[in-house]
T-cell receptor
């Protein structure tokens, strides 16, 4: 069962542009929403995460926007660079040691120079 | 610290063969899990463990077995390999008190 829906599946952005990836979740018990970044041949690594008590979190060029009522959250990459080319996964989980992390289907981002 | 180590990195199996994918972590994390990654499907949870001696099924457990005899190791066993199990497999761990998952480099498995 797909509890986290991610779009688009792939995205091409010009260097310097804004990359936007969207996710929607179903389980209102989720209280932690991370984004993972994966480069070819590597395992995913945590990029940035947000909890539902805030509507936005920014770390450098990366921003998560969170809409609790719509059960949606998105990743914005400002001033996108070729080095940002990777696959991005949104995820949802509960802040519990026994909780599972449920991942979205992934977005392959390509930044054109 | 080596983090999460998976072996082998690549494997080709014939249909019906069995094998074990190894996963070891040196961070003393309680929580470990196995995912498979397929194009357009994201990361799907196969099995997970919240501590030594405790395992549970994820979204796609059929055809796989796990055990957790130590905190460090969490092997994934394919009982009778099928072409549908061709995938990239990732092992991950995280601490009891944390939410960040640390992934291994993956095992690319091809079943012919």
């Amino acid at each position: 069962q797909q509890q986290v829906k991610q779009s688009p599946q792939s995205l091409i952005v010009q260097k310097g542009g804004i990359s936007i990836i969207n996710c929607a979740y179903e389980n209102t018990a989720f209280d932690y929403f991370p984004w993972y970044q994966q480069f070819p041949g590597k395992g995913p690594a945590l990029l940035i995460a947000i909890r539902p008590d805030v509507s936005e979190k920014k770390e450098g060029r990366f921003t998560i926007s969170f809409n609790k009522s719509a059960k949606q959250f998105s990743l914005h990459i400002m001033d996108s660079q070729p080095g940002d080319s990777a696959t991005y996964f949104c995820a949802s989980t509960m802040d519990s040691s026994a909780s599972k992390i449920i991942f979205g289907s992934g977005t392959r981002l390509s930044i054109r120079p | 610290n080596a983090g999460v180590t998976q072996t082998p990195k690549f494997q080709v199996l014939k249909t019906g063969q069995s094998m074990t994918l190894q996963c070891a972590q040196d961070m003393n994390h309680e929580y470990m899990s196995w995912y498979r990654q397929d194009p357009g499907m994201g990361l799907r949870l196969i099995h997970y463990s919240v501590g030594a001696g405790i395992t549970d099924q994820g979204e796609v457990p059929n055809g796989y077995n796990v055990s957790r005899s130590t905190t460090e190791d969490f092997p994934l066993r394919l009982l009778s390999a099928a072409p549908s199990q061709t995938s990239v497999y990732f092992c991950a761990s995280r601490p009891h008190s944390g939410t960040e998952a640390f992934f291994g480099q993956g095992t690319r498995l091809t079943v012919v």
